[in-house]
């Protein structure tokens, strides 16, 4: 199954080019305006990648970012990629204060810019992968070392209470481990 991506473009030529380009390896749902993306993001799931243009006739593509980081599920955000003809520092930099994963001038370099950023994404999801897995293999491994420990302070008080029946149990120390108890040299 294709990985989901949403096209909120309105100039034809652009989501024509991004179709072409992209419609084999995603499966591509083209939205003209910040409302109707914003409508889909309520109705339905969000998809993984979203190339946000940055001017639209209704708002500009901020408002999408702002819309839907009040609807995305916290683990799994998508990952919106601005597209904009504004080669402005500071537009770019609002774009990521409210959300976008990067920031591509449309342009000579467009192409592989985005190639870049959707290789970036995809070292990202590997990473985030990596990073679960090391937590559930350290997770086992504390399960396991308190498991152990339990295991050693169990046996460690059955030899106690074999050795000395009649003592008191606050008396035992678990930590003096191959010595014997006060208790044993008196029987």
Same mark, same amino acid.
């Given at each position: 199954?294709?990985?989901?991506?949403?096209? =909120?473009?309105?100039?034809?030529?652009?989501?024509?080019?991004?179709?072409?380009?992209?419609?084999?390896?995603?499966?591509?749902?083209?939205?003209?305006? =910040?409302?109707?993306?914003?409508?889909?993001?309520?109705?339905?799931?969000?998809?993984?990648?979203?190339?946000? %243009?940055?001017?639209?006739?209704?708002?500009?593509?901020?408002?999408?970012?702002?819309?839907?980081?009040?609807?995305?599920?916290? %683990?799994?955000?998508?990952?919106?990629?601005?597209?904009?003809? +504004?080669? %402005?520092?500071?537009?770019?930099?609002?774009?990521?204060?409210?959300?976008?994963?990067?920031?591509?001038?449309?342009?000579?370099?467009? #192409?592989?810019?985005?190639?870049?950023?959707?290789?970036?994404?995809?070292?990202?999801?590997?990473?985030?992968?990596?990073?679960?897995?090391?937590?559930?293999?350290?997770?086992?491994? =504390?399960?396991?070392?308190?498991?152990?420990?339990?295991?050693?302070?169990?046996?460690?008080?059955?030899?106690?209470?074999?050795?000395?029946?009649?003592?008191?149990?606050?008396? #035992?120390?678990?930590?003096?481990?191959? +010595?014997?108890?006060?208790?044993?040299?008196?029987?």
């Amino acid at each position: 199954m294709k990985p989901s991506l949403w096209l =909120v473009e309105d100039d034809p030529i652009w989501v024509e080019l991004i179709q072409s380009k992209y419609g084999e390896k995603y499966s591509i749902q083209h939205f003209p305006s =910040v409302s109707a993306a914003v409508e889909a993001s309520r109705s339905g799931s969000l998809p993984k990648y979203i190339l946000l %243009d940055y001017h639209l006739p209704d708002k500009p593509g901020t408002e999408l970012l702002k819309a839907l980081r009040k609807h995305e599920a916290p %683990d799994a955000p998508p990952y919106v990629i601005m597209l904009s003809a +504004q080669e %402005d520092v500071q537009t770019a930099a609002d774009t990521f204060t409210y959300g976008a994963y990067d920031y591509v001038v449309k342009g000579d370099h467009v #192409w592989e810019r985005l190639r870049i950023a959707f290789r970036n994404i995809d070292r990202q999801e590997a990473l985030r992968a990596e990073v679960i897995e090391l937590r559930l293999r350290v997770k086992r491994s =504390v399960l396991a070392v308190i498991g152990v420990i339990l295991l050693a302070l169990g046996l460690s008080l059955s030899i106690y209470l074999r050795l000395c029946p009649k003592d008191r149990l606050w008396q #035992w120390d678990p930590f003096g481990v191959g +010595q014997k108890p006060s208790c044993a040299s008196v029987q």
